[in-house]
């Protein structure tokens, strides 16, 4: 399974607001920066969040990034039929020297 | 604008080997650490390996240590993965991805590519 752990699944309405956390340990949530990506079905990821917390440039402001600890959260507000897509958290893990991901969380808009 | 293009999956059987290139374009290639992610069918993704910008420093995942190998050529603006004793759950779109900030060798990932899929089948 995978270092990250995310929920594997995730409904909300258009409209509404939806949290996905992602939970680590103090080897790679802990002690090194977040980043966020979101996987539309047979596209390659696009970035979403990176340092936690900041937007590259393109996304919108909908979409935040928080971190606490060993957990992180992307939070998308106003959701709309597009967001329908997988989730993953990545960060660097200090002990394993290695990039992480969470294992995703597939997003549903009813 | 900024594009990476994979090439070089295809169907191999058990034990052989593989070469992937990614086309890079549009940045200072020579001055950004790239990366291999690999997303198997149905499947979530998995950090495969990195290479840092200048090429002197690699780190690879456990599951292909001393299998594959990451290299780049910065005069040709292109990375490559080698892959050797290929085994059935290597079957995944092979990814490259560039990280963001430059001369920094870790995520986050910034600009990916469409992917090649490698499939690993007798």
């Known amino acids: 399974q995978s270092v990250l752990t995310q929920p594997p699944s995730l409904s909300a309405a258009p409209g509404q607001r939806v949290t996905i956390s992602c939970s680590g340990n103090s080897s790679n949530i802990g002690n090194n920066y977040v980043s966020w990506y979101q996987q539309l079905p047979g596209t390659a990821p696009k970035f979403l969040i990176y340092d936690n917390d900041k937007r590259p440039s393109g996304i919108p402001d909908r979409f935040s990034g928080s971190k606490s600890g060993t957990s992180a959260t992307l939070g998308i507000t106003g959701l709309q039929t597009g967001d329908e897509a997988d989730y993953y958290c990545?960060?660097?893990?200090?002990?394993?020297?290695?990039?992480?991901f969470g294992g995703g969380t597939k997003l549903t808009v009813l | 604008q900024v594009q990476l293009v994979e090439s070089g999956g295809g169907v191999v059987q058990p034990g052989r080997s593989l070469r992937l290139s990614c086309a890079a374009s549009?940045?200072?290639?020579?001055?950004?650490?790239m990366h291999w992610v690999r997303q198997a069918p149905g499947k979530g993704l998995e950090w495969v390996a990195v290479?840092?910008?200048?090429?002197?420093?690699?780190y690879y995942a456990d599951s292909v240590m001393g299998r594959f190998t990451i290299s780049r050529d910065n005069s040709k603006n292109t990375l490559f993965l080698q892959m050797n004793s290929l085994r059935a759950e290597d079957t995944a779109v092979y990814y490259c991805?560039?990280?963001?900030?430059?001369?920094?060798?870790?995520?986050?990932?910034?600009?990916w590519g469409r992917g090649t899929m490698v499939t690993v089948s007798s």
């Open positions: 991805a560039k990280a963001f900030y430059p001369y920094h060798g870790g995520g986050p990932f910034d600009v």
């Open positions: 290479m840092s910008y200048g090429g002197s420093h690699t």
């Open positions: 549009g940045f200072t290639f020579s001055t950004y650490g």
């Open positions: 990545g960060t660097w893990d200090s002990s394993l020297s290695a990039v992480v």
